[in-house]
T-cell receptor, first 113, second 115 residues
Framework: QKEVEQNSGPLSVPEGAIASLNCTYS??????FFWYRQYSGKSPELIMS????GDKEDGRFTAQLNKASQYVSLLIRDSQPSDSATYLC?????????????FGTGTQLKVEL | DAGVTQSPTHLIKTRGQQVTLRCSPK?????VSWYQQALGQGPQFIFQ???????QRGNFPDRFSGHQFPNYSSELNVNALLLGDSALYLC??????????????FGPGTRLTVL
């Protein structure tokens, strides 16, 4: 079982629709959760962070966390063509004096005109 | 406010050579982490430096080593390069918070090609 799992996609949604991206993780001790957006050939850019169960909203983005189900999701409302990118789910766990991010393989999102 | 910077942008090496990649963290950050991202994959954690010491290490061989300087900048060294080391190398910086919840911000990356 992979530590962080995402559907690789591509996920295609029409412009203006809601895009729903999902992620599951295996380590119950994980403490914080992040969504990064990565355009082709570029580095990951932080979209959202979430630490507690429930929803966290920031503009068109909503992150949802359910620690009991070990599930994190990202909703993008009013999707725009500029949202077309790969979305990486990352899970943070502190251990041995440091902490590391463990990433999924990413979900490719395509927003179509 | 300068973000995370990395140099060089691109690098081409041959098998067996050694390479050094450099990273300057975002202003106010004291922790640097390095990741390797192969094509079509998520970034893989190499190691993390804080207070000039390696604090945590991922599943990478000893050919991968690093250093953090007093000004918090960092270097990643890879010896005896293999074809499989070709990847995007990402540096991420953060400010160390209690409980390990630091948020990491990535630099633009160094694209390493090994021929």
């Amino acid at each position: 079982q992979k530590e962080v799992e995402q559907n690789s996609g591509p996920l295609s949604v029409p412009e203006g629709a809601i895009a729903s991206l999902n992620c599951t993780y295996s380590d119950r001790v994980s403490q914080s959760f992040f969504w990064y957006r990565q355009y082709s050939g570029k580095s990951p850019e932080l979209i959202m962070s979430i630490y507690s169960n429930g929803d966290k909203e920031d503009g068109r983005f909503t992150a949802q966390l359910n620690k009991a189900s070990q599930y994190v999701s990202l909703l993008i409302r009013d999707s725009q063509p500029s949202d077309s990118a790969t979305y990486l789910c990352a899970v943070n766990r502190a251990a041995g004096g440091g902490n590391k991010l463990t990433f999924g393989t990413g979900t490719q999102l395509k927003v179509e005109l | 406010d300068a973000g995370v910077t990395q140099s060089p942008t691109h690098l081409i090496k041959t098998r067996g050579q050694q390479v050094t990649l450099r990273c300057s963290p975002k202003s106010g950050h004291d922790t640097v982490s390095w990741y390797q991202q192969a094509l079509g994959q998520g970034p893989q954690f190499i190691f993390q430096y804080y207070e000039e010491e390696e604090r945590q290490r991922g599943n990478f061989p000893d050919r991968f080593s690093g250093h953090q300087f007093p000004n918090y900048s960092s270097e990643l060294n890879v010896n005896a390069l293999l074809l499989g080391d070709s990847a995007l190398y990402l540096c991420a910086s953060s400010f160390r918070l209690a409980g390990g919840t630091d948020t990491q911000y990535f630099g633009p990356g160094t694209r390493l090609t090994v021929l």
